[in-house]
């Protein structure tokens, strides 16, 4: 393990020993993962996603939450999804809405593309120098927007503590929570972000804030759709201009490995993710 500006990195070192008990967890995670599945879902089954809307601008806005079993309110969280159809993701989603709930938060999924329906997410593919040739600009103005009014709609739910909200995004999602954090100390205090979909464009614009709220940073070495030394830059920024940051980098994982419908689903990286993300966010808002 590698400590870099009170970051936590996992590099991939072939010349390790303790990289064949890796690969071992990893090959054990996968021959367990139907039976743990099976488990999740039975610790699951007093907590159901309720769908839901929300008004932003004079548009209903879709989204699912899963409210705690027990009374009273509750740190929440909002899940922040990347670039991609509507729908992607769906199980894994309710799936962790679940698992948060259970963890005695309100979780809500945020369906941000209501109102300007899914974008063409072949325009944010990454060139040879990694350079978005997107035409619309990231993070869209719109969509944070969007993100801003969900976290005002839990101002007067009865569930929910709104000063104790915690952003868990995804892919271009991260982009956006790192632009609203800072923007919302009173309310947001805690970012956990997988995989962000980062350049020196977007990278420039997410750093003009003074300071972000603690951060968990998840990602593999083996993305190929993100550049590690972008993410790298982009992190040692966030230690820079921020509280508590840590930083977890997955030997071989790919972009989206926590997802059954990527082609770099990673069993092993999910779970240590999920079981990451779970006590980051214990630690900042409960």
Not at 4 to 13: E, Y
Not at 143 to 159: C, E, G, K, M, W
Not at 248 to 255: D, I, L, R, S, T
Request: hydrophobic share 40%; charged share 20%.
């Amino acid at each position: 393990m590698e400590v870099r500006k009170g970051s936590h990195i996992l590099i991939n070192d072939p010349s390790n020993p303790a990289q064949d008990s890796i690969l071992l967890s990893r090959l054990l995670s996968f021959c367990l993962v139907a039976t743990a599945l099976l488990v999740c879902r039975r610790s699951y089954a007093g907590v159901e996603p309720t769908a839901g809307t929300f008004i932003y601008d004079g548009t209903p806005i879709d989204e699912f939450h899963c409210v705690p079993a027990d009374s009273g309110q509750h740190p929440a969280v909002i899940m922040i999804h990347s670039c991609g159809k509507i729908g992607f993701g769906h199980e894994e989603y309710r799936q962790m809405c679940r698992s948060l709930a259970e963890h005695s938060y309100y979780a809500e999924f945020v369906e941000y593309y209501s109102k300007t329906g899914a974008p063409n997410c072949a325009q944010f593919s990454i060139d040879p120098e990694n350079n978005l040739s997107a035409q619309l600009p990231l993070p869209s103005e719109v969509y944070i927007r969007t993100i801003h009014a969900a976290i005002d709609s839990l101002q007067d739910n009865p569930h929910v503590d709104a000063t104790r909200i915690g952003l868990l995004a995804f892919g271009d999602g991260v982009v956006e929570a790192l632009t609203i954090g800072p923007d919302r100390p009173a309310n947001v205090r805690a970012i956990v972000g997988y995989y962000a979909n980062v350049t020196p464009r977007l990278k420039a614009g997410v750093i003009k804030a003074k300071l972000f709220p603690p951060t968990l940073m998840l990602r593999g070495d083996g993305d190929s759709r993100v550049s590690g030394s972008y993410s790298a830059e982009l992190e040692d920024d966030l230690a820079e201009h921020g509280g508590e940051h840590e930083v977890h980098v997955y030997p071989g994982a790919e972009h989206g490995f926590n997802f059954h419908e990527a082609r770099g689903f990673d069993a092993y990286a999910s779970k240590d993710a999920w079981t990451r993300t779970l006590a980051f966010l214990d630690a900042h808002l409960l």
